[in-house]
């Protein structure tokens, strides 16, 4: 991820011209299309606000960060912490595997 992944606009600065599209968009979402909702607003190269992709992409760094952050600082040294199971390169001189939730 690089800095430019996390620009937004806020959905305050909403202009007339927006309103049928975000009306659009809402009731994509109300009845849980949510991949035509997507669709909507890329096909209408509409940039403003968060979206699912963004805050999806930084869950998973945070979870990169908090396995090395485990593996380095508070694993034992025959212990490996992993969301999914490790290959026996990754468990070469390990006892353990822990898998955080």
Same mark, same amino acid.
Not at 26 to 48: E, G, P, R, V
Not at 62 to 71: D, P, R, W
């Given at each position: 991820?690089?800095k430019?992944? *996390?620009?937004? #606009?806020p959905?305050?600065?909403l202009h007339?011209d927006?309103? !049928? &599209?975000?009306e659009?968009? %809402?009731?994509l *979402? +109300?009845? +849980? %299309?949510?991949?035509? =909702?997507? #669709?909507?607003l890329?096909? !209408? !190269?509409y940039?403003?606000?968060?979206? =699912?992709s963004? &805050? +999806?992409?930084?869950?998973?760094?945070l979870k990169?960060i908090? @396995? $090395? @952050? &485990?593996n380095? $600082? =508070?694993a034992?040294p025959?212990e490996?912490y992993?969301l999914?199971e490790? #290959?026996?390169?990754e468990?070469?001189?390990k #006892? $353990?595997?822990i898998?955080? $939730?």
């Amino acid at each position: 991820m690089v800095k430019l992944n *996390i620009g937004f #606009t806020p959905h305050n600065d909403l202009h007339a011209d927006d309103i !049928n &599209l975000v009306e659009q968009h %809402k009731n994509l *979402i +109300n009845n +849980n %299309k949510f991949s035509d =909702a997507t #669709t909507l607003l890329d096909n !209408n !190269n509409y940039q403003k606000g968060f979206r =699912a992709s963004l &805050l +999806n992409s930084i869950e998973v760094k945070l979870k990169q960060i908090q @396995l $090395y @952050l &485990l593996n380095k $600082y =508070a694993a034992d040294p025959d212990e490996y912490y992993s969301l999914e199971e490790p #290959t026996d390169e990754e468990m070469k001189g390990k #006892t $353990y595997w822990i898998r955080p $939730y």
